[in-house]
């Protein structure tokens, strides 16, 4: 089946709503959708998954099917927020390396009482190492930044999966069969669309990250959960019969037992 294409540069400028040019989320943003912000989250009753009674029931599904859970028409999500990630740890790859050699050559001249011998015996495993993960590194390298040009495109008819190509796969909402929600230390949250055709899965980094950050600011805005969780909520709208699979790291984690209606839990 033929693939959607992607939304124009020229239709997103003209478009107020639509986000800044080369962004991971082109057109989604905190406010469009997800539940409202001055109003706190009904209690959950674990029983039946639902607000306390019938009628509370009836009244949370409609404000789920209400218009302010609706994002823009279409919008696109770039998968490479964990190529962005990786190349904010190589760094920190490095010096700790670096560490692990200085430690082993202080611990060898402990023993020689010799500096020359001590660096020469410490300095080939350190070669031997570099040579072997060096090409493995590379290749991962790779392999995550093919996988970074991709992107996901929404829009009211379904989803695609866009190459680098340009080549797309179109799956429509009605074949969405499922979403799994896993959590991976510290703060990964990996979401899968299981569909008949393909799989399609992200994290919250692509939501997050728009290019390279340093180490010590991806915790406080790579792994940020709002955008997925706003997300989640427009899947719940454009396919309410979706399965919600949810791992077992993922309840402990969150303690989410009943999506859509306690997914505010995810913090």
């Known amino acids: 089946m033929k693939g959607l294409p992607g939304p124009t540069p020229d239709s997103m400028a003209d478009d107020p709503r639509s986000g800044a040019p080369g962004s991971s989320l082109t057109r989604l943003d905190e406010t469009s959708i997800g539940p409202p912000r001055s109003e706190p989250p009904r209690p959950v009753d674990p029983e ?53 050699f200085g430690a082993a050559f202080l611990l060898v001249m402990m023993f020689l009482q010799d500096p020359f011998q001590s660096f020469r015996i410490t300095l080939m495993p350190l070669l031997m190492g570099v040579a072997v993960l060096s090409p493995l590194l590379v290749i991962i390298l790779f392999m995550i930044r093919w996988h970074g040009k991709r992107r996901l495109d929404f829009t009211e008819e379904g989803v695609s999966l866009v190459a680098p190509n340009g080549r797309a796969i179109f799956v429509p909402w009605q074949h969405l069969h499922a979403v799994e929600l896993r959590f991976n230390m510290p703060k990964l949250v990996t979401c899968t669309l299981v569909t008949p055709i393909t799989n399609f899965s992200f994290t919250n980094l692509e939501f997050n990250l728009e290019g390279r950050v340093p180490l010590d600011k991806i915790s406080e805005k790579g792994f940020d959960l709002v955008k997925l969780r706003d997300f989640l909520y427009y899947l719940h709208r454009v396919a309410p019969k979706l399965q919600w699979r949810l791992g077992e790291s993922f309840q402990q984690r969150f303690k989410v037992y009943y999506p859509p209606y306690d997914l505010e839990k995810m913090k």
């Not at 218009?67 to 904010?88: E, K, M, Q």
């Open 48 to 100: 039946r998954g639902i607000p306390g009674s019938d009628t509370d029931a009836a009244e949370f599904i409609a404000e789920a099917a209400s218009p302010r859970f609706v994002p823009y028409d279409t919008f696109s999500i770039y998968l490479h927020g964990r190529y962005y990630a990786t190349l904010s740890m190589l760094p920190w790859l490095v010096l700790m390396m670096l560490l692990f």
